[in-house]
């Protein structure tokens, strides 16, 4: 079946790292894969996207590329900032409907 | 700017009531989803809804209904609440237009306790 793979957290990173998320996904064809992020006290929100292999999302300094040799779509950013302190959530499309990952927390310590 | 908005941030019930989770969303979207949150298991898709009085169930539908009576509303509904339905509740909503329907739009959430 469908499913996405996030590693475990927290992560913990002082301002300016760079950051590494990994996510990977089982999923029948090629599906659109997206990161989703939730701030203390709110929904998510889309922070990404890609709807193809080799696509590269991109977003506030985020990104994410659609690798189907290794059914991998990794967040990066190369500097850190103590409000990107969240829970991030990989997803894939399957019709309608979004399957998640576990999330994962990043704090960013000043 | 697009909104779905959720009827309690948080809520607080003894075992066995009836309980009625809201959504509402302004932006004439047709599909609509519930999810609930777990730390470390995501988000689980409860039921979801893609037309007025349409329901399909998601990957956690025990002890759980709903409601799509008008297209900006979906409801939520435990029949008889029970402590392992303590969890954080997101409603979510997105349009079936070809190229924008990916994105899902999340409201703030429940955090229902089961007492």
């Known amino acids: 079946g469908n499913s996405v793979t996030q590693m475990e957290g927290p992560v913990t990173l002082s301002e300016e790292a760079f950051l590494t998320i990994n996510c990977t996904y089982t999923a029948t064809g090629y599906p659109s894969l997206f990161w989703y992020v939730q701030y203390p006290g709110e929904g998510l929100q889309l922070l990404l996207k890609a709807t193809k292999a080799d696509d590269k999302g991109s977003n506030k300094g985020f990104e994410a590329t659609y690798r189907k040799e290794t059914t991998s779509f990794h967040l990066e950013k190369g500097s850190v900032q103590v409000s990107d302190s969240a829970v991030y959530f990989c997803?894939?499309?399957?019709?309608?409907?979004?399957?998640f990952g576990a999330g994962t927390i990043l704090r960013v310590k000043s | 700017d697009v909104k779905v908005t959720q009827s309690s941030r948080y809520l607080v019930k003894r075992t066995g009531e009836k309980v009625f989770l809201e959504c509402v969303q302004d932006?004439?979207?047709?599909?609509m989803f519930w999810y609930r949150q777990d730390p470390g298991l995501g988000l689980r898709l409860i039921y979801f809804?893609?037309?007025?009085?349409?329901?399909e169930k998601g990957d956690i539908p025990e002890g759980y209904s709903v409601s799509r009576e008008k297209k900006e509303r979906f409801s939520l509904i435990l029949e008889s609440a029970s402590t392992n339905q303590t969890s954080m509740y997101l409603c979510a909503s997105s349009t079936q237009t070809s190229g924008t329907r990916d994105t899902q739009y999340f409201g703030p959430g429940t955090r229902l306790t089961v007492l």
């Open positions: 809804s893609y037309d007025v009085k349409m329901k």
């Open positions: 932006m004439d979207h047709e599909n």
């Open positions: 997803a894939l499309r399957k019709g309608n409907k979004l399957v």
